[in-house]
């Protein structure tokens, strides 16, 4: 075996582990990264095209550009991981990428312990294909190994100074002795185009997971081996599936329209389909088999107002059973279930806040009410769980998977470069999807005059980069615009001016998740709320100030009426009610009584609308405006406009799912007009002013599906 390294600038590069490596730390790359990387080393300072990459790292397969940009992106941030301040890969328009850092080879010894052994997760196919790279390229290397070769003659001659020195440390260290642990390096199980999501396996291996074809439609696919079987071919969605641990039925969600139905598909000896029950349009199913493959639970929601729930259904029979109540700590509910591989337990992870999560224990007896054994706080935000036999319970969050402890606490791991979406497991491995997101922000003039609304073709997309940048948030004069991004790795609040530059204008106060902006009053400063606090942030120097503690558990913030208040919905009382704060007299004035979610203030009248049900409210708040009754405007205003609607000179700007972005002007008696027709990629990110509609637009996820050993029967 070739045990030589790459010296690339600081970095040091080891082609068969796929380990980057700077002073001790370590980066584990994909295959696809280190064939990249080991590609471009053997012609550093030379510009590499796509089409060279297409033929040499995807074997001329047919390959979108987002998927070389997501290659390239992931292999640049593996690099800054372990030495931010240097620029390794550089784009050259119209001629490719470049490697920037010098290139050399290097002899090494392996070592017995200082290098992870990952010789059992390393695929033949991937070893084999890196190995083809060097062969083909072993023209590009012999005059650097001969340099190598001259060099290690004073290497021999301090040779024995070397090892007594090394000796004298490995009596004396501290450290010496210590087993250091593996880097655990991921077996790509899938490539596609695109992103593979909400995956789970079968005893034998076999994987069920869900892709989104070219026009959006969800599909469900069977993996086993190297064989891919699509499923489902109606025009419906086909999603949140789950294969049974016997690998004969799959249970999944087929969403048609706002009809929703659970199907329960047997597909041995002949595929069949039968509907189990109706389910809400509004409700993501989840579920998870018991280990006889004759009963699931699952998680189930009204509507988007009320909590996800626990159920038990029994195939045979038909009997279902629920077993949790709602939470009032939990106004989401249960994230994420599992049955414990042998059926004798059962895990809930209930939604607390972006950033925490409870965890509940069921120990299940047949023939007995679950019992509820323990439960438990927990700092991450859970995306999934999975339970394999004789193993810990694995927890999936943001990029990461860690293990419950006996203690409860959580023992980290794996890292993943790029955001877990579900994980899975079987008798032999740990499976999980990843995928990464991109949104740009895209503007739109408004026509004036009879029709008013906005073309496709006058759009011209404003900010863009290989991360997620969303809520855009423009002034009224059209000079500025405020947007939330990820670009370096967590969410930060940036401004563009029209004609300039967009450049960070703040970080979000931690934990750094998502918040929705607001433009104060005088559009000088910008509101938000996080963990229940508010924040004012002044455009002119950055000052960022906590106006009230997060004891009043703000959460939407809209501006006042005037510089000297701001708006916010608060559920401190029980339920959502509207709030208004006085920035002078630090006091707040509850303004309704029968719900209310976000809200702006015109003369003696408050506009809002309600956590718990759709509708567009008014209500006289004036001096004589105490028990006055509330007044629906507009009937078909969805809850979810709480995020981006507004108001604009009498009237009001509002989404409606599956049509658009409409203006219609307050009267009771006035036409909706549509500025921005929905498609598929509209994410319901928006802002308005008098000269153009600002919007996000998605770009195809892209991802796949990995495996890795499972972790020892203790953490």
């Known amino acids: 075996m070739d045990n030589r390294h790459w010296q690339l600038g600081q970095l040091i590069f080891d082609p068969q582990r796929r380990i980057l490596q700077l002073n001790g730390q370590h980066c584990a790359l994909e295959p696809r ?10 012609r550093a300072g030379e510009p590499v095209s796509r089409e060279q990459l297409i033929e040499e790292i995807w074997q001329g397969r047919v390959v979108s550009e987002g998927a070389i940009n997501r290659a390239v992106s992931l292999l640049r941030k593996a690099c800054a991981s372990l030495d931010p301040a240097t620029d390794y890969i550089a784009t050259i328009p119209k001629l490719g990428y470049c490697l920037l850092a010098d290139a050399s080879l290097i002899s090494t010894t392996p070592a017995r312990d200082s290098q992870p052994s990952t010789q059992h997760a390393t695929s033949p ?88 074809d070219s026009a959006g ?113 939990s106004f989401n509910g249960a994230i994420a279930l599992t049955l414990s591989a042998d059926g004798k337990q059962l895990a809930i992870a209930n939604y607390l806040t ?36 004789n193993r810990p319970l694995l927890l999936a969050s943001s990029n990461q998977v860690y293990q419950l402890a006996e203690d409860l606490s959580l023992q980290h791991y794996f890292y993943s470069q790029q955001l877990i979406n579900s994980i899975s497991s079987n008798q032999q491995q740990l499976l999980f999807a990843s995928q990464q997101q991109q949104a740009d922000i895209w503007r739109q003039p408004l026509k004036k005059g009879a029709d008013s609304s906005a073309t496709a073709d006058s759009a011209i997309p404003l900010i863009a980069s290989s991360r997620l940048d969303i809520l855009p948030r423009v002034n009224q004069l059209d000079s ?50 996080q963990q229940g606090a508010v924040y004012q942030l002044e455009l002119d120097n950055a000052q960022l100030t906590q106006l009230f503690s997060a004891e009043h558990q703000a959460f939407v913030i809209n501006p006042g009426p005037d510089n000297n208040s701001l708006i916010y919905s608060s559920n401190k009382t029980g ?86 972005i409409y203006h219609q002007a307050l009267a009771s008696d006035a036409t909706p007009e549509l500025l921005l027709a929905y498609s598929p990629e509209l994410v319901h990110h928006y802002s308005v002013s008098n000269q153009a509609i600002y919007y996000v637009k998605r770009q195809p996820p892209q991802g796949d599906i990995y495996q890795l050993p499972l972790p020892s029967h203790s953490p």
């Open 575 to 660: 339920d959502w009610q509207l709030w208004r704060y006085f920035l002078n007299g630090k006091h707040h004035l509850q303004l309704t009584t029968q719900g209310g979610y976000s809200g702006f203030i015109t003369g003696d009248t408050l506009y809002y609308s309600k956590f718990h049900q759709d509708g567009l409210w008014q209500l006289d708040i004036g001096a004589n405006g105490a028990g006055n009754e509330e007044k629906l405007l507009l009937a078909d205003f969805d809850k979810v406009n709480w995020l981006n609607w507004q108001l604009q000179d009498q009237s009001v700007v509002y989404y409606q799912p599956g049509a658009g």
């Open 125 to 212: 196919a991937a070893e084999h294909h890196l190995q083809q790279i060097a062969a083909k390229k072993k023209r590009h290397v012999e005059p650097v190994a001969a340099k190598s070769r001259i060099m290690i003659w004073p290497f021999i001659i301090l040779l024995p100074l070397i090892l007594t020195v090394g000796w004298a440390w490995l009596q004396f260290s501290p450290d010496a002795g210590k087993e250091q642990k593996n880097v655990l390096i991921p077996i790509p199980v899938t490539s596609f185009d695109g992103a593979e999501f909400n995956i789970s396996s079968s005893n034998d291996g076999q994987l069920l997971y869900h892709r989104r």
């Open 33 to 42: 990264q280190a064939a990249l990387l080991l590609f471009l080393a053997q």
């Open 354 to 389: 972006p950033d925490n999560s409870q965890l509940k224990l069921y120990k299940l007896i047949t023939g007995q009410p679950p019992q509820l054994q323990q439960t438990t706080d927990l700092n991450i935000g859970v995306v999934d769980l999975t339970w394999p036999a």
């Open 217 to 329: 439609k969800i599909q469900l696919w069977l993996g086993h081996g190297q064989q891919d079987e699509l499923l489902t071919t109606s025009p419906a969605h086909a999603s949140n599936g789950s294969i049974s641990p016997d690998g004969y039925q799959v249970v999944y969600r087929r969403l048609d329209g706002n009809q929703c139905q659970i199907i329960l598909l047997t597909l041995q000896p002949e595929p069949s389909e039968r509907v189990l029950f109706d389910c809400p349009a509004d409700s993501a199913f989840q579920a998870s088999w018991g280990p006889d493959s004759e009963y699931f639970y699952y998680r189930v929601r009204q509507d988007k107002t009320q909590p996800y729930l626990v159920y038990r259904y029994q195939i045979a029979t038909t009997n279902q059973q629920q077993l949790t109540l709602a939470d009032p700590a």
């Open 480 to 529: 500025e615009l405020l947007f939330l991004t990820t670009r370096q790795g967590v969410h930060q609040i940036w401004r563009k001016p029209l004609n300039g530059p967009e450049q960070m204008l703040s970080a979000v106060p931690a934990p750094a998740g998502f918040i929705r902006l607001s433009w104060s009053f005088d559009q000088r400063s910008v509101y938000f709320s």
